[in-house]
């Protein structure tokens, strides 16, 4: 909207031409989703709670604390950071860009599944929600689509790469199997983030983090002199997913304020499936695909607990992990919540320094 403003009335009022840079309007749309959960979100948690009179069902083989702890707390928060992250794209995404409205798509698509997911579950006062199978179809349909819409508008010589960090162009042709490929890494963004979503803010700062870098890969990538000069493949119109990273950041900071322990409010698969949808989708419309499992390395850790896990006590009838995902195993230990939160954050922090060292050591 204010890019359309601006296009109108430049050359009346050159100051508005601040609306044509991608970074000024980042920064506001970050700004905009940030104040628009923070004045909102009372509301919005209020209304969930109308609806929750017993809050987001607690799984009963979890850590024993969480009954009793964490009963009550009402979920489907994710429905404040898809509102918080429209709202300030609309407003300062170029809406004739074709990879925000794949970007969109992404965000609401999985969210809807999530929000299904989560009303199944406070309807029937069980935490197990939709079955999976049908999760999963659905999943892969809604990925598809957003794969096939990448596919089309991307460059010729480009549709059907992979990248690989660390290296001078280094680069594999997937040929056909860059949808199965592509499928899979949106799925399992998606369902990652849905896995790390135990504790209180345990999710949500490492999503804000991997965002926020991939705010900057896709400057980079949509910046032709950038771009060459860093060796990195230009992405012709991925610029403006910096936009929409950056409204994804605000919305984490946001939804951060209510979700801070003790959480007012839960994600819920609304949030937690969307936000990784939106992840995979801005990896693959970048070219960053690997780079997203290295910064978003923790997300690959906790999915990978529940896999050995699952993969041990079936070959064994032993288990590995106290419980899975990675973070109950600790708490099983011993750790406090605030402690596993708090160092899963830096091993984010670490992981994304790492990624993003990729665009220069090559």
């Keep these: 909207m204010f890019l359309y403003i601006s ?52 799984r009963k083989d979890g850590p024993e604390r969480h009954i009793v702890e964490k009963a009550g707390t009402p979920t489907m928060g994710g429905v404040l950071i898809v ?20 970007s969109i798509f992404s965000i609401v698509s999985f969210g809807l599944i999530g929000l299904l997911d989560d009303y199944k579950k406070i309807k029937s006062s069980d935490s197990t929600g939709l079955k ?14 957003i794969i096939l819409s990448i596919y089309l508008v991307m460059p010729e010589n480009l549709k059907t790469i992979v990248t690989f960090p660390f290296f001078k162009n280094l680069f594999i042709d997937l040929s056909f199997f860059i949808f199965p490929f592509a499928i899979f890494l949106i799925i399992g963004s998606a369902n990652s983030v849905n896995l790390t979503d135990g ?34 493949i230009h992405i012709p119109g991925s610029g403006e997913l910096a936009v929409i990273c950056g409204s994804l950041v605000g919305a984490a900071l946001g939804f951060l304020w209510f979700n801070a322990p003790p959480a007012k409010v839960f994600m819920g698969d609304t949030g937690s499936l969307s936000m990784g949808g939106a ?32 993969i041990s006590f079936k070959l064994t009838g032993k288990r590995i992990f106290r419980m899975a995902p990675l973070h109950h195993h600790f708490e099983k230990k011993g750790w406090a919540e605030s402690t596993i939160v708090i160092r899963f954050w830096i091993i984010t922090i670490v992981l994304a320094l790492i990624g993003l060292s990729t665009l220069k050591i090559r």
């Excluded at 999976?132 to 689509?145: K, W």
């Design 7 to 58: 296009n109108e009335f430049t050359s009346n009022l050159s100051f508005l031409n601040l609306f044509s840079y991608i970074t000024f309007r980042t920064g506001g749309a970050i700004l905009t989703a940030l104040f628009f959960s923070l004045i909102f979100g009372e509301v919005i948690i209020k209304l969930l709670s109308s609806f929750q009179p017993v809050g987001q069902p607690i």
């Design 83 to 102: 509102s918080s992250i429209l709202i300030s794209v609309l407003m300062w995404s170029d809406l004739t860009n074709i990879f925000i409205w794949i």
């Design 199 to 232: 504790l209180d803010g345990l999710a949500i700062v490492p999503v804000l983090i991997v965002a926020l870098s991939f705010s900057f890969i896709a400057y980079v990538c949509g910046n032709v002199i950038l771009s060459n000069y860093l060796q990195l």
């Design 279 to 310: 992840l995979g989708t801005f990896s693959i419309i970048t070219k960053h695909e690997i780079v997203l499992a290295i910064i978003g390395g923790l997300f690959v850790l906790e999915t990978m607990s529940v896999v050995i896990q699952v």
């Design 132 to 145: 999976a199978s049908t999760r999963i179809i659905v999943q892969i349909l809604f990925s598809f689509v």
